[in-house]
């Protein structure tokens, strides 16, 4: 794999607890670092395929080769965030073997625009916020290559464009794989692909894959996600 390239799939193969097929012959390679953007319709895989890059799932066949550390933003922070303070939920996803750095913490809130946040209880904060935590929980372990399940489903406009407006600014610093639903926010990737019967299409300009789907729709996949 070329080094440029922090995540290459070949030919991945899932199926679903209930039998069902997921993925066959899934083969995909991020170009390099930016904000990349995969769409598809309900149950076509989508938060299967990152869970599986992630390797919270493990693949019937088919190899995944990850060129630096991924870490996976869920579509609900409530899923992830374990800890009262942000400060202490950071401390928590700093890689093994590195105590607790206040210097780093801060850097990590304010690079996600939570500055003087680490004492604050997380049940204070908004969903936005926590979103944001959760971002910053990923960059502070060292990841280089973010999974963002659906990231702003659950956000108001305001949350959602601020969100959005953070990951297109921590890019192409790193790369980052965005699940969504949301066609307009296709306008603000580096490039996209539709899944859709079981595999992954090639990648296109966000605004061209925009104007596709608005003509055609989603296609529906298949019972799980």
Known sequence: MPPTSPLQIERLRYRWPNGALALEHCSLRLPGPGLWMLVGGNGSGKSTLLRLIAGLLQPEGGTIRRGCDTALVFQNPDHQLLLPSCGSELAFHLPAGEGPDPRRIDAALTQVGLAGFAQRPIHSLSGGQKQRLAIASALISGAELLLLDEPTALLDPDSQESVL?????????????????????????????????????????????????????????????
């Open 165 to 225: 407006r953070l990951i297109r600014e921590l890019c192409p610093a790193l790369s980052a794989l965005w699940v969504t639903h949301r066609l307009e926010e296709l306008n603000h990737c580096d490039g996209a692909l539709l899944l859709q019967r079981h595999q992954a299409g090639p990648w296109l300009d966000g605004a061209t894959m925009r104007q596709q789907l608005e003509r055609q729709g989603l296609p529906r996949g298949r019972a799980g996600r």
